[in-house]
């Protein structure tokens, strides 16, 4: 058997944590393996140790037979191994072109000569069906562009061992078909693919084997053709998952929420525009609704707008009736809104500060945890504990562990905990399970419909489209900054949903729904 890439015995460890526990993985020439784990299981780490941004403390690498040490990134490439990485590695003032050139540039008499590279770049571009713009600038292009720029940029230097790394967490359903179908364009040319993910479906789409990670150990590695997706969900998490989200019918009461007549401005390419353009929508006691679109249509402005950490240039924000447009942050904070933020680093936790002081962050100046000015540390710890346990949170040193280094995953159930704990009358939950697996995603919506049942008002911003169709009683679609439709996720399909987010399908939302 020809085995293109073979890591044998690999064990990388950090400080209090094997990341890599004595783990093997073999793939074969052309085909598409994936590799599966919760968040934490170790599989970026096991592909950077192969990519050559760790060094593994024991094991070794045989590349197509032989044995190779890989120093860094320059080695891979030397070997013929490519990586996108989750978060692409773009100069955004580049063009496309230069982008892909990017430290291989052909120089004549101190001159870049481009010439060469582009008719090498349209040629692939062409060949794979990845048509780009050569001399666009990359922060003009859409995130499912950029990722054809990474794509381009393995083939341009004649990687023929790829990995791809949670490659479809930032696209629409459209662009992610338009994804499978390239990898397998370039399986069918003789490539290799390594595919990181934790979207069961994805690897039954295009995976032929699959090799399971769970807590840095080897689990096993299936044929994806003859193995169900409990079966690999079970593997994964070790304990039975169940996959749909069982909710029973809302049963909405009185508005809590209502937003009017919305407006943000944001200075664009040099004019001013509204980014978030004349919304108005409500949302009631007992039901989740959902606003779902494509990154960068505005979503993250108008939740900034709602909770306050930014400006809006018109309308208002109701609470319980109440107006909160003007509220300070602290105000909507005590008076019932609750907010899970989309970027769980710069608006969700203090990186530096232990978990039990995140856990209280918002409520550290109450009297049952503060007296004349000075914290009650036994309650704050009695309290985090409490969390802990209940929401699962799992930590090196429990409540004194510094948040940054633990998991996405587990930062994440604390800052739900948090919110939830609260019990607000309006939750705002933007991206809640973001990069989290199975078991974490399972958990947290669970966590959400328990607080819908018990009459809170929740308005969930995703971009998971098994999300939003799962975990919504009504679905808001945003394009351009406006609400282009209102939909039942019970009389709507994923297809139709993905043509609104993209603009190319619009109807008028109820206003009074």
Same mark, same amino acid.
């Given at each position: 058997?020809?085995?293109?890439?073979?890591?044998?015995?690999?064990?990388?460890?950090?400080?209090?944590?094997?990341?890599?526990?004595?783990?093997?993985?073999?793939?074969?020439?052309?085909?598409?393996?994936?590799?599966?784990?919760?968040?934490?299981?170790?599989?970026?780490?096991?592909?950077?140790?192969?990519?050559?941004?760790?060094?593994? /403390?024991?094991?070794?690498?045989?590349?197509?037979?032989?044995?190779?040490?890989?120093?860094?990134?320059?080695?891979?490439?030397?070997?013929?191994?490519?990586?996108?990485?989750?978060?692409?590695?773009?100069?955004?003032?580049?063009?496309?072109?230069?982008?892909?050139?990017?430290?291989?540039?052909?120089?004549?008499?101190?001159?870049?000569?481009?010439?060469?590279?582009?008719?090498?770049?349209?040629?692939?571009?062409?060949?794979?069906?990845?048509?780009?713009?050569?001399?666009?600038?990359?922060?003009?292009? +859409?995130?499912?562009?950029?990722?054809? &720029?990474?794509?381009?940029?393995?083939?341009?230097?004649?990687? @023929?061992?790829?990995?791809?790394?949670?490659?479809?967490?930032?696209?629409?359903?459209?662009?992610? @078909?338009?994804?499978?179908?390239?990898?397998?364009?370039?399986?069918? /040319?003789?490539?290799?693919?390594?595919?990181?993910?934790?979207?069961? *479906?994805?690897?039954?789409?295009?995976?032929?084997?699959?090799?399971?990670?769970?807590?840095?150990?080897?689990?096993?590695?299936?044929?994806?053709?003859?193995?169900?997706?409990? +079966?690999?969900?079970?593997?994964?998490?070790?304990?039975?998952?169940?996959?749909? &989200?069982?909710?029973?019918?809302?049963?909405?009461?009185?508005?809590?929420?209502?937003?009017?007549?919305?407006?943000?401005?944001?200075?664009?390419?040099?004019?001013?525009? *509204?980014?978030?353009?004349?919304?108005?929508?409500?949302?009631?006691?007992?039901?989740?609704?959902?606003?779902?679109?494509?990154?960068?249509?505005?979503?993250?402005?108008?939740?900034?707008?709602?909770?306050?950490?930014?400006?809006?240039?018109?309308? !208002?924000?109701?609470?319980?009736?109440?107006?909160?447009?003007?509220? !300070?942050?602290?105000?909507?904070?005590?008076?019932?809104?609750?907010?899970?933020?989309?970027?769980?680093?710069?608006?969700?936790?203090?990186?530096?500060?232990?978990?039990?002081?995140?856990?209280?962050?918002?409520?550290?100046?109450?009297? !049952?945890?503060?007296?004349?000015?000075?914290?009650?540390?036994?309650?704050?710890?009695?309290?985090?504990?409490?969390?802990?346990?209940?929401?699962?949170?799992?930590?090196?040193?429990?409540?004194?562990?510094? +948040?940054?280094?633990? !998991?996405?995953? *587990?930062?994440?159930?604390?800052?739900?905990?948090?919110?939830?704990?609260?019990?607000?009358?309006?939750?705002?939950?933007?991206?809640?399970?973001?990069?989290?697996?199975?078991?974490?995603?399972?958990?947290?919506?669970?966590?959400?419909?328990?607080?819908?049942?018990?009459?809170?008002?929740?308005?969930?911003?995703?971009?998971?489209? @098994?999300?939003?169709?799962?975990?919504?009683?009504?679905?808001?679609?945003?394009?351009?900054?406006?609400?282009?439709?209102?939909?039942?996720?019970?009389?709507? +399909?994923?297809?139709?949903?993905?043509?609104?987010?993209?603009?190319?399908?619009?109807?008028?939302?109820?206003? @009074?729904?």
């Amino acid at each position: 058997m020809d085995y293109v890439i073979e890591m044998l015995n690999i064990t990388k460890e950090f400080p209090g944590i094997i990341a890599n526990d004595d783990i093997t993985l073999r793939v074969k020439q052309g085909e598409i393996h994936a590799l599966l784990g919760e968040n934490g299981a170790g599989k970026s780490t096991l592909m950077s140790v192969l990519f050559g941004l760790y060094q593994p /403390e024991k094991g070794t690498i045989r590349v197509k037979g032989k044995e190779a040490v890989i120093k860094g990134p320059l080695d891979a490439n030397a070997l013929g191994i490519g990586m996108v990485h989750q978060h692409f590695k773009l100069v955004h003032n580049f063009t496309v072109l230069q982008n892909i050139v990017l430290g291989m540039e052909t120089v004549k008499g101190g001159m870049i000569q481009m010439a060469d590279a582009r008719a090498k770049v349209m040629a692939l571009s062409e060949k794979y069906n990845l048509l780009v713009d050569p001399d666009a600038l990359i922060s003009d292009i +859409t995130v499912g562009m950029q990722q054809r &720029v990474e794509i381009l940029k393995m083939l341009y230097r004649d990687n @023929d061992i790829l990995i791809f790394d949670e490659p479809t967490a930032v696209l629409t359903p459209q662009e992610i @078909d338009e994804l499978m179908r390239i990898m397998k364009d370039l399986v069918a /040319e003789g490539k290799s693919i390594l595919f990181i993910t934790h979207k069961l *479906n994805e690897i039954k789409a295009v995976a032929d084997q699959c090799t399971v990670l769970r807590r840095g150990k080897y689990i096993g590695t299936i044929q994806v053709a003859d193995t169900d997706k409990e +079966t690999m969900s079970e593997m994964m998490v070790g304990r039975k998952v169940n996959l749909t &989200v069982e909710k029973a019918q809302a049963k909405p009461g009185e508005v809590v929420l209502e937003v009017k007549d919305v407006c943000v401005k944001s200075v664009r390419e040099g004019h001013e525009q *509204n980014v978030v353009d004349h919304v108005s929508f409500q949302v009631r006691k007992g039901e989740i609704v959902c606003i779902a679109g494509i990154d960068g249509n505005g979503q993250t402005e108008l939740v900034q707008a709602i909770t306050g950490l930014s400006g809006m240039s018109q309308g !208002s924000i109701l609470v319980n009736g109440e107006d909160m447009t003007h509220k !300070s942050i602290r105000y909507k904070n005590t008076h019932g809104v609750s907010h899970i933020p989309e970027d769980r680093h710069k608006h969700g936790l203090v990186l530096d500060y232990n978990l039990a002081y995140n856990l209280v962050l918002q409520q550290y100046f109450e009297p !049952s945890f503060s007296k004349a000015g000075f914290l009650k540390k036994d309650k704050v710890n009695a309290y985090a504990d409490m969390l802990i346990e209940k929401y699962d949170i799992r930590s090196g040193q429990g409540r004194e562990t510094i +948040t940054r280094s633990m !998991s996405g995953g *587990n930062q994440q159930k604390a800052i739900v905990a948090r919110e939830i704990m609260k019990d607000p009358d309006i939750l705002l939950a933007v991206q809640p399970t973001r990069g989290l697996d199975v078991g974490a995603i399972e958990y947290i919506h669970k966590q959400l419909v328990a607080q819908r049942d018990s009459g809170s008002a929740i308005l969930l911003v995703s971009l998971e489209l @098994d999300e939003v169709m799962n975990l919504s009683d009504r679905i808001l679609v945003i394009y351009e900054g406006a609400i282009v439709a209102e939909l039942d996720p019970k009389e709507t +399909t994923v297809q139709e949903l993905g043509l609104y987010m993209a603009g190319s399908k619009r109807k008028e939302a109820k206003q @009074d729904a």
